[in-house]
């Protein structure tokens, strides 16, 4: 019985390896046009920037505009200029799109934040600032 419980352990940990990839190497496979988008982590969009205020803008991809919210501007500067095409990886929640990285057209990768639980800036600044005392 134990034999036969151990050589089946490589087959589902090799089952388990196909059929659950992992989520960055998913994310950048498809683009949901910005018309399509619905409650769901790990969408990516492409698009060009059309305004930008602080670390929110406004994508349009030619079937639809999405505000872009890239975390507070005391956290990091993304520095994004109208013009621009950029790819995101996010999280669309009925009113704007939480974005995970953004990738210039250069190439440029700009880490946000992870996809799974809450952004490093939860709490607000002061927090933030405290943790990254420690």
């Given at each position: 019985m134990k034999h036969l419980w151990s050589l089946g352990i490589p087959v589902i940990i090799g089952i388990t390896g196909?059929?659950?990839p992992p989520v960055t190497e998913?994310?950048?496979q498809s683009v949901t046009p910005i018309r399509n988008l619905s409650n769901f982590y790990g969408v990516t969009i492409r698009g060009t920037v059309r305004s930008v205020v602080g670390n929110e803008f406004i994508l349009d991809d030619?079937?639809?505009q999405v505000i872009v919210d890239a975390g507070p501007?005391?956290?990091h500067?993304?520095?994004l200029q109208p013009g621009e095409t950029v790819t995101v990886v996010g999280k669309y929640d009925d009113y704007d799109f939480?974005?995970?990285r953004i990738t210039r057209a250069n190439g440029e990768v700009i880490n946000i934040r992870p996809h799974g639980g809450p952004p490093p800036w939860a709490g607000?600044?002061?927090r933030w600032q405290q943790r990254q005392a420690r």
């Amino acid at each position: 019985m134990k034999h036969l419980w151990s050589l089946g352990i490589p087959v589902i940990i090799g089952i388990t390896g196909i059929a659950l990839p992992p989520v960055t190497e998913s994310l950048a496979q498809s683009v949901t046009p910005i018309r399509n988008l619905s409650n769901f982590y790990g969408v990516t969009i492409r698009g060009t920037v059309r305004s930008v205020v602080g670390n929110e803008f406004i994508l349009d991809d030619g079937t639809g505009q999405v505000i872009v919210d890239a975390g507070p501007r005391w956290f990091h500067q993304i520095n994004l200029q109208p013009g621009e095409t950029v790819t995101v990886v996010g999280k669309y929640d009925d009113y704007d799109f939480d974005a995970f990285r953004i990738t210039r057209a250069n190439g440029e990768v700009i880490n946000i934040r992870p996809h799974g639980g809450p952004p490093p800036w939860a709490g607000g600044r002061r927090r933030w600032q405290q943790r990254q005392a420690r």
